[in-house]
């Protein structure tokens, strides 16, 4: 099981890189590249979009991180939330530009991952939010991953979908509510 | 709207997946109840755990390598200019053997400004990007407030009404708003309308008793749906009509040719 030690060592890193302790941001690169450009890849399905995004990721942490009060939330939803937030900005900013929805690039992403031991310790929570999603009804997941992959609003996911809006809603907050009871079973994980 | 309306409505907040409208009431509701921004951030640790579910992926080792460059450029920037240029004078005194040393500092003066110079073009070019994102959320901004005013404006004239149109038909999920004054000047916001085919474009209808409808003008929703048109609305429709909205030829038609996408009650 996870101790708290993860979360206090990345609070203690975005602690001293508020104080504008470099080593620290590299530390903290290091243990949350795959992860952030994970998300990133997933999002833009574009490695050379994605890599540029995670630049400007660390360099917002390393000029925002005395922002970060752990108080409202662990560092690694503070992370993510930056990251995800930062990557869907840039799929709007190239809403022009053809996107080819396809796991295949992702897929790909994914083989060239090393062992990475700093990283291990997430294994396991990959484990259990994706065993908590395949739990979940598919008319419930696809509007969730709709709405945190391609950057959705419910009407743009009602309009995808061809579902009315009112069921959309429905299905979305139903969807959160289980994937949380779900989630929270598995104790400390995610809260 | 009521505290558990809003309640509600925060786990699709975590998600960044409201529509405009319901995000700015529920963001001055939170700026006000504490117990809601708790529960935010409950929802917000439960939307980051997706994130688990993209597999991970390896950056290319230069990624880090620029992170740290441009970390080490801004904190230089803030350190004092004497640092800037500080040579180890032992180092200086090796180069002086050779006689060169003049050449040699030149060279690595050089080395050094080609460096700052790429440096601070890859700051510029984030710069310039986040500058770009900004002057488009300040002109959607701007659109929304003359959207704003002149609705406004037509509310608080003399006659005015205010009618929604629903979908049906194939334009079900859709919906509009119309707006217009006694004088017949008339405002129609449209949303989550689907994409109009190349050659054509959505026309307002207005429909009097048993009469022929009665054109008006034509729009384009953009990629999101969205579509606004001002028109005139007839005199004779101004006390009773149904508003209609058909999908027609480009420039629109003198008769509907299509089915109805959205249409008002009477």
Redesign the interface.
């Known amino acids: 099981m996870r101790s708290e030690q993860p979360h206090d060592q990345d609070v203690d890193l975005l602690k001293a890189i508020a104080a504008?302790n470099?080593a620290a941001?590299?530390q903290l690169?290091?243990r949350y590249?795959?992860?952030?450009?994970?998300?990133l890849?997933?999002i833009l399905n574009n490695?050379e979009e994605?890599?540029d995004v995670?630049?400007?990721v660390?360099?917002q942490v390393?000029?925002r991180a005395a922002d970060f009060d752990e108080n409202?939330?662990?560092p690694?939803?503070w992370l993510?939330?930056l990251?995800?937030?930062r990557g869907?900005?840039r799929l709007r900013?190239l809403?022009s530009r053809e996107r080819v929805a396809t796991m295949a690039g992702?897929?790909e992403?994914?083989e060239?991952?090393?062992d990475?031991a700093t990283?291990a310790i997430?294994s396991e929570?990959?484990g259990?939010?994706?065993s908590?999603?395949a739990q979940l009804p598919e008319e419930q997941k696809r509007p969730?991953?709709l709405?945190?992959?391609d950057?959705?609003?419910?009407?743009?996911?009602?309009?995808q979908l061809?579902?009315?809006?009112g069921t959309v809603?429905t299905r979305?907050?139903t969807g959160?509510?289980k994937?949380?009871e779900l989630?929270s079973a598995r104790g400390q994980y995610?809260? | 709207m009521a505290h558990q309306e809003y309640k509600e409505m925060l786990a699709v907040l975590a998600l960044s997946a409201l529509d405009a409208v319901d995000e700015r009431a529920l963001s001055q509701h939170l700026s006000e109840c504490a117990e809601c921004r708790r529960e935010l951030a409950d929802w917000e640790s439960t939307a980051a755990a997706l994130a688990l579910s993209a597999p991970p992926a390896e950056p290319s080792p230069q990624v880090r390598d620029q992170i740290m460059s441009a970390v080490r450029s801004d904190a230089q920037k803030q350190s004092t200019q004497s640092r800037v240029v500080e040579f180890p004078q032992s180092r200086r005194e090796r180069w002086t053997a050779f006689g060169n040393v003049g050449a040699i500092a030149a060279a690595v003066l050089f080395l050094m400004l080609i460096i700052w110079i790429l440096v601070l073009w890859q700051q510029n070019r984030a710069l310039r990007r986040e500058s770009d994102m900004l002057a488009r959320q300040m002109q959607s901004i701007q659109e929304e407030t003359a959207r704003a005013n002149e609705l406004v404006s037509i509310l608080s004239s003399p006659g005015a009404r205010f009618r929604s149109l629903s979908g049906t038909g194939p334009g079900v999920g859709a919906t509009a708003q119309l707006a217009y004054d006694g004088s017949g000047r008339a405002l129609l916001m449209a949303n989550a309308l689907p994409p109009a085919p190349r050659g054509k474009q959505y026309q307002l209808w207005f429909i009097v008793g048993n009469n022929p409808p009665i054109p008006g003008q034509t729009f384009s929703p953009d990629e999101m749906g969205k579509g606004e048109l001002r028109d005139e609305v007839p005199e004779r429709a101004l006390d009773s009509a149904v508003f209609a909205i058909t999908l027609e030829p480009a420039g629109g038609s003198t008769a509907p040719t299509s089915a109805i996408y959205l249409r008002s009650g009477l």
Do not use: C
Request: glycine residues 6%; without cysteine.
């Open positions: 504008r470099e941001l590299g690169y290091d590249r795959l992860i952030l450009f994970g998300v890849v997933r490695r994605a890599e995670l630049q400007e660390f360099l390393w000029r409202r939330g662990r690694f939803t993510v939330t990251a995800r937030s869907i900005d900013a809403a992702a897929t992403a994914s060239e991952v090393s990475a990283d997430r929570e990959r259990v939010v994706n908590a999603l969730l991953m709405a945190y992959f950057g959705l609003t419910q009407s743009e996911i009602a309009l061809g579902a009315p809006l809603k979305m907050r959160m509510m994937l949380r989630l995610f809260h």
